[in-house]
């Protein structure tokens, strides 16, 4: 299992990549040699599971070709042994699929097997000879069933653990950034208004010193649960690191994302209350079109934040972006 979830870290970056995003967890010989390219394209492989009409080509192909494997043996008279082929439609369907499809490709291969040796009038010491051996080329299938939907499992926990902060729940920077960038892609195809907020704790390093550290993880568990009672499921939220945190307000307009932020401040603020001398000072922009990165949109929000910190610290700043009109000429 080591070596899975080892196999699972290497290709949990790559669908950040494959968005635009800097490409942290590579070398600039990765990058400049070609290796970030390919571990994109084994990433999306490896990490997605197919649905809809791709699942269907994909799961018909594999019957396909079990087939066609079913008559070589019969046109060959059973002399040459395809059995083990066969194992790859039956891992290739519990791969892109599931456990489900995995198990039914695995029954029907063996039951090719099994035709086709009647087909071709193969003579055993025993008609029962025949349907053993169909059995056992069922149970060998299953296990490579077995293997490849608990590989998988593996490979999500590890992606999934991989795009969380350990500490909060929240999602961290990495899943942040995957998750910004899919929801700016969103907001423009759509034309919808989105706003990014940037949150740090003030005052949070006099807290560890006082308090211990203890009393530091707990208060970024408070603000945690804070933004979560205080946002929308739909909302996209992470702990970036240290005592810095994030969101991500899809499709919302103006006036509620200032009373959005209002409430999520005064949320953290009571959570805080115990955790003294800790506040939060916060900077949101809100966005009537997409006409920037995400990371320009975050560092714009950031900006705002360390404009709080110059004014004194512990309130909120927002600065809306309106859809510049064209000039009439």
């Not at 929000?301 to 700043?317: F, I, N, S, T, W």
Request: charged share 20%.
């Amino acid at each position: 299992m080591k070596r899975i979830s080892i196999l699972a870290s290497v290709f949990a970056v790559p669908s950040l990549a494959s968005q635009g995003a800097p490409l942290d967890g590579l070398s600039n010989l990765e990058k400049d040699s070609g290796v970030a390219e390919i571990k994109k394209s084994f990433g999306l492989l490896l990490a997605r599971q197919l649905t809809g009409w791709r699942l269907r080509a994909v799961l018909l192909g594999c019957l396909v070709v079990i087939g066609c494997l079913g008559y070589l043996r019969v046109v060959t008279h059973a002399e040459f042994v395809f059995a083990s082929l066969a194992s790859l439609p039956v891992l290739t369907m519990a791969w892109v699929g599931n456990k489900r499809y995995g198990v039914t490709g695995a029954l029907i291969a063996a039951g090719m097997w099994v035709l086709a040796d009647s087909l071709a009038e193969k003579q055993f010491s025993s008609s029962w000879v025949m349907l053993v051996n169909g059995v056992t080329h069922f149970l060998n299938y299953g296990l490579l069933v077995f293997l490849a939907h608990h590989i998988r499992l593996e490979m999500q926990k590890v992606q999934k653990s991989a795009r969380l902060d350990a500490l909060t729940g929240l999602q961290n920077r990495r899943g942040f950034q995957e998750s910004g960038i899919l929801e700016i892609e969103r907001a423009r195809r759509y034309s919808r208004a989105l706003a990014v907020v940037f949150i740090d704790l003030d005052n949070f390093k006099k807290l560890n010193d006082t308090r211990g550290h203890d009393a530091g993880d707990d208060a970024l568990k408070a603000v945690a649960k804070a933004l979560r009672g205080g946002l929308r499921a739909t909302d996209q939220i992470a702990r970036l690191g240290g005592d810095e945190f994030a969101a991500l307000l899809p499709e919302i307009g103006h006036d509620d994302a200032l009373q959005a932020i209002n409430k999520v401040f005064a949320g953290m603020s009571h959570a805080l209350e115990t955790f003294s001398p800790v506040a939060a000072s916060v900077g949101m922009v809100w966005f009537e079109e997409v006409d920037r990165t995400f990371d320009d949109m975050l560092k714009a929000a950031d900006e705002l934040m360390y404009q709080v910190k110059a004014d004194g610290k512990g309130h909120v700043r927002s600065q809306s972006f309106w859809k510049q009109k064209p000039e009439l000429v």
